[in-house]
């Protein structure tokens, strides 16, 4: 059985919203009935739209770029596993990234760097923008962050839709890391050619928590699995600690990108507060994806059960 992302009602055969990939029961099944953030982006200020649920509903919209390149992202598709799973499908590109950039610097540190690190040296290779949210400094670094993206990931993403998830994610790790190196550059005076880079997708986990924090600062969450804490608590904690660490040590302190952090908490403060009233948000962190896999109930995690973070 899986839950109704609306009501909390418990659902034999539920309803997936292929716009904003929630799960949903009978009543809260169409778009209007469950305040789609996919309602925003169609010029239909009725509100009536074709839902994926009623044949009765015809779409004339032609479809959008996937059907045009005759790409199947619906639920039997290739692509079906992406539709209301980027969470999982960013976090498998994380760990194989990492793999990548250890075999990598390996064989060529130099490329390695090129190719995975965003660095004030090299600020116009535009793919590190990118490339270098996935790549991460050790296992350390980047099982803390996939902790982060896994239990907190999930929420938002479903509460936004893997679309602006995905946004959400891409933008607030390049930024994020952008705004790192810019202002080491600032501060020397130039472009240093050694000096530290950023990777690792700290800056877009901070943003997914910030987002959360807002949506629901009194959810509950166990810090290093034991201990009970609202999430503001933690938010606010962790910003204070950054901040503290900024002013004493600097941008760099203890080898982290501090400011980094600071701006993901900031894009996610923002970005939560703008979409913060579109729907109910769980009041307890789950396990697994509540029911929902690929297109459809059923996929990884199936239904969870409480479970800490």
């Known amino acids: 059985m899986s839950r109704c992302d609306e009501c909390g009602k418990q659902e034999n055969m539920p309803y997936q919203c292929r716009h904003c990939g929630g799960t949903f029961c009978?009543?809260?099944?169409?778009?209007?009935n469950h305040g789609c953030p996919g309602l925003d982006s169609w010029d239909d200020p009725g509100g009536?739209?074709?839902?994926?649920?009623?044949?009765?509903?015809?779409?004339?919209?032609?479809?959008?770029?996937?059907?045009r390149l005759g790409i199947d992202t619906g639920p039997g598709g290739p692509l079906g596993y992406f539709r209301g799973n980027m969470t999982y499908a960013f976090l498998g590109l994380m760990w194989v990234t990492f793999f990548l950039q250890l075999v990598v610097e390996q064989i060529?540190?130099?490329l390695s760097r090129t190719i995975f690190v965003l660095s004030p040296a090299h600020p116009e290779y535009v793919w590190t923008w990118f490339t270098a949210i996935f790549a991460h400094g050790g296992f350390g670094h980047i099982a803390v962050n996939s902790i982060v993206i896994y239990f907190f990931g999930r929420l938002v993403e479903d509460y936004v839709g893997s679309r602006d998830f995905a946004i959400l994610f891409l933008g607030s790790g390049a930024l994020a890391g952008l705004g790192q190196v810019a202002f080491q550059i600032y501060q020397l005076g130039g472009i240093p050619e050694f000096a530290p880079g950023v990777v690792g997708a700290s800056g877009a986990g901070l943003a997914i928590m910030a987002v959360l924090t807002v949506l629901n600062p009194d959810l509950r969450v166990y810090l290093y699995f034991i201990l009970p804490v609202p999430l503001w608590l933690?938010?606010?904690?962790?910003?204070?600690?950054?901040?503290?660490?900024?002013?004493?040590?600097?941008?760099?302190?203890g080898g982290t990108a501090q400011l980094a952090h600071l701006l993901g908490l900031g894009i996610g403060l923002l970005y939560g507060q703008h979409v913060k009233g579109r729907r109910r948000v769980p009041d307890q962190l789950q396990f697994g994806a509540g029911?929902?896999?690929p297109g459809g109930p059923g996929g990884p995690g199936g239904p969870g059960g409480r479970g800490p973070f």
Not at 54 to 59: M, T
Not at 236 to 246: E, L, N, P, R, S
């Open 26 to 32: 009978a009543e809260h099944r169409l778009p209007e």
């Open 48 to 67: 009536v739209f074709d839902s994926g649920f009623d044949d009765s509903v015809a779409d004339d919209s032609g479809g959008g770029l996937s059907d």
């Open 108 to 110: 060529a540190p130099g």
């Open 234 to 253: 933690l938010t606010v904690g962790y910003t204070g600690y950054t901040v503290f660490q900024i002013l004493s040590t600097g941008i760099g302190a």
């Open 291 to 293: 029911g929902r896999g």
